[in-house]
């Protein structure tokens, strides 16, 4: 019997880990269950220790994802090893992702960045890249990143709603869930 391949893993970052990289985090988990695909976020400024903020927990559980058990935790170059696609929330995240760890910035992306992005890569590409869930993480930075002259530019920050209203949560909320069912969708569908 061959041992199944190490499964491939995702990481969201965001600056608290309390918000909008566990919102990530949760949407893209229930989206890929039961795949060869591990997600997990961290905060660059994390609030160790920490849940969900209560105002976000009620739009990611209308959104079919779970903030039971979820405590939040330091971005540390540790964390950052073996991951295979980081998914940041800003690009001042992406940049202290990178700063972390120097090598990461050819498998770090915003959110938003890669929804664009993936809107020019070849499904047919990323098809023939594996099988799997997990084996189309594994080649989507280099695809994606083969189409940033493509995409053009965009605003690529997910603003931070935290101490502000409800109205501010759920836009922020409104922005990320598109962008990750448009990543879950081309990881488990791609082509369709």
Not at 36 to 54: N, Q, Y
Not at 76 to 91: E, F, I, M, Q, S
Not at 112 to 128: N, T
């Amino acid at each position: 019997m061959t041992t199944p391949p190490d499964p491939a893993r995702i990481l969201t970052v965001c600056t608290g880990n309390i918000c909008r990289s566990p919102a990530v985090e949760r949407l893209l988990r229930q989206r890929l269950a039961g795949t060869d695909v591990v997600v997990e976020s961290a905060g660059t400024r994390a609030v160790v220790g920490s849940g969900v903020s209560a105002p976000m927990v009620p739009l990611m559980a209308a959104a079919g994802a779970s903030a039971d058990g979820f405590v939040a935790r330091q971005l540390t170059p540790a964390v950052l090893r073996d991951v295979d696609l980081v998914v940041a929330l800003t690009r001042g995240h992406r940049s202290a992702i990178v700063e972390h760890a120097p090598a990461a910035v050819r498998r770090t992306f915003t959110l938003l960045e890669l929804a664009r992005l993936l809107r020019h890569v070849d499904p047919a590409a990323l098809a023939a890249a594996g099988a799997t869930p997990g084996e189309r993480v594994r080649a989507l930075p280099a695809l994606a990143a083969a189409v940033r002259h493509l995409a053009g530019g965009g605003d690529d920050d997910v603003v931070d709603p935290i101490g502000q209203s409800d109205t501010v949560y759920r836009a922020s909320f409104d922005a990320m869930a598109p962008a990750v069912d448009a990543l879950a969708a081309a990881l488990t569908s791609p082509g369709r």
